[in-house]
């Protein structure tokens, strides 16, 4: 039985940079977070965990489709790590994940990525193999960017680290267990952080 890969998609943030909900922007036929889950539930991923503040949360709703859950950020202040946090949990209850099963990471304000960018992460991460990554990380030309896959078994060791503390640690603290995967089929996605990155998204 090949490995199990969910995706998190992070929508918790506060937008400082904006200074309004990026998640929330209209992009093409909807918003950016639309873009990014479509491109998901577009893809092979297995099921589908959103780590959402309240803006967010309340324009999902909770009419979702099957393996779609939504996981609370209710802090205003929190770093990335604790929506992390908070996502891995969620999906070790509501998918019974194991430990060898992966984790695709994926940022909300990434509203580019592509169901088939997704699929392709996922089955590489499926590839039987006599040893198989804790992490695999996408890079374009040479350079890692998203989505990175990780391991249960790896995001485990963030359980108890402070919100300080970056995700990216982890594949220096394990470089032996990262594999890249280069894409030659995608540029990087854009990261919408700033107005703009906002124009830089509408011109492309």
């Known amino acids: 039985m090949s490995r199990r890969v969910f995706a998190l998609v992070l929508a918790a943030g506060q937008s400082r940079r904006m ?21 998901v539930l577009d893809s092979s991923v297995d099921g589908l965990c959103v780590v959402a503040n309240h ?63 997704i699929t392709t992460c996922a089955e590489a991460w499926r590839l039987p193999r006599k040893s198989p990554p804790g992490i695999l990380i996408a890079t374009y030309r040479g350079r890692r960017g998203h989505p990175t896959v990780f391991s249960i078994d790896v995001l485990k060791k ?23 995967l280069p894409i030659t089929t995608a540029p990087m996605p854009l990261d919408v952080n700033t107005p703009e990155d906002y124009e830089r998204l509408q011109d492309s």
């Open 158 to 180: 963030i359980e108890g680290w402070p919100a300080t503390r970056k995700l990216s640690e982890l594949a220096r603290l394990h470089a032996d267990a990262v594999r890249e």
């Open 55 to 117: 803006e967010v949360h309340e324009f999902l709703g909770d009419d979702l489709p099957e393996r779609f859950v939504i996981a609370r950020n209710n802090n205003p202040k929190s770093e990335m790590l604790e929506s992390v946090q908070i996502g891995v949990q969620t999906i070790l209850e509501e998918f019974e994940a194991a430990d060898d099963d992966g984790v695709m990471v994926l940022l909300a304000d990434q509203p580019q990525v592509s169901g088939g960018l």
């Open 19 to 39: 200074g309004r909900p990026k998640q929330l922007l209209p992009y093409r036929d909807g918003t950016i977070i639309e873009a990014v889950l479509d491109a």
